[in-house]
């Protein structure tokens, strides 16, 4: 083995363990440094560009994760985790896009649809981008995919609760407490969902009273509304030229007491 292979895979190894330490931004100044020589061998630049990419991650650099994992697709096509990599560059970026997170998830999807992971975060980022009914049931068959685990389940159920499904995710966590009754992160996202249900319940409580306290003070105010129902139509569906459009006056409801009938006593 020569001396600058030598030197190299030594860098690879050191960048390596300083990951695995948790020494995050010295491994990718580190892996960065091995990148940019020309000599690298293929294999180590495919795994180390990954690695760059894992690690900017971790350390919030969202331009260089998203740069290293554009080269690692380039670099193994056929790998379903470095699009995986380019998408939460870009969904957990807060100068993001979701819809390109989406299209990344979606291509890691296509090269590996028997990982739940990458199924449920392509169904998050297609609600995100207003496709609600894929997203739920991307999300939904990701769990089903692997019910009982806690990283699956979790990314699933607060995707649903971000949608608005929280019937879904109650089911999806019922069947994943049944099968890990133990867990208590599982507890603890049940107790989220029944919190956002609540929530959502009363958002809905407190819309139906404000409607009420309108219409109220329609009728307090004895006001002229226009009617959108009312339309003076010819049979075409259009209105007659120089038709005058009906106000109608809202009031107090005022005591309907029907005719009594006249009997024999009466008369």
Avoid at 15 to 24: F, L, M, S, V
Avoid at 47 to 58: H, M, P
């Amino acid at each position: 083995m020569s001396r600058t292979l030598t030197l190299i895979q030594t860098g690879w190894e050191s960048a390596r363990a300083a990951a695995e330490r948790g020494r995050t931004s010295d491994a990718l100044a580190q892996l960065e440094r091995l990148l940019a020589r020309p000599d690298v061998p293929a294999d180590i630049r495919r795994d180390g560009t990954r690695l760059a990419a894992e690690v900017a991650l971790d350390v919030g650099q969202f331009a260089a994760a998203r740069r290293h994992a554009r080269a690692a697709v380039a670099l193994d096509p056929a790998d379903a985790h470095a699009p995986f990599l380019l998408g939460r560059a870009w969904e957990e970026d807060g100068n993001g896009c979701d819809r390109r997170a989406a299209v990344a998830f979606r291509k890691a999807v296509r090269l590996d649809g028997t990982d739940p992971v990458l199924r449920a975060a392509f169904g998050r980022a297609a609600g995100r981008c207003g496709k609600v009914r894929l997203g739920a049931r991307e999300m939904v068959a990701a769990a089903g995919q692997s019910p009982g685990t806690v990283e699956v389940v979790r990314g699933v159920v607060r995707g649903l609760l971000e949608l608005g499904r929280a019937a879904a995710a109650r089911r999806v966590l019922a069947t994943a407490r049944f099968l890990n009754p133990r867990s208590g992160e599982l507890v603890a996202l049940g107790e989220q969902v029944r919190f956002e249900a609540a929530r959502r319940g009363q958002r809905r409580q407190m819309r139906g009273a404000t409607r009420q306290a309108q219409d109220a003070q329609f009728a307090r105010d004895g006001d002229r509304v226009l009617l959108p129902f009312v339309r003076i139509a010819d049979g075409t569906g259009t209105p007659r030229p120089g038709a005058a459009v009906r106000a109608d006056v809202v009031s107090f409801p005022r005591p309907h007491l029907g005719q009594l009938r006249r009997g024999k006593v009466d008369r």
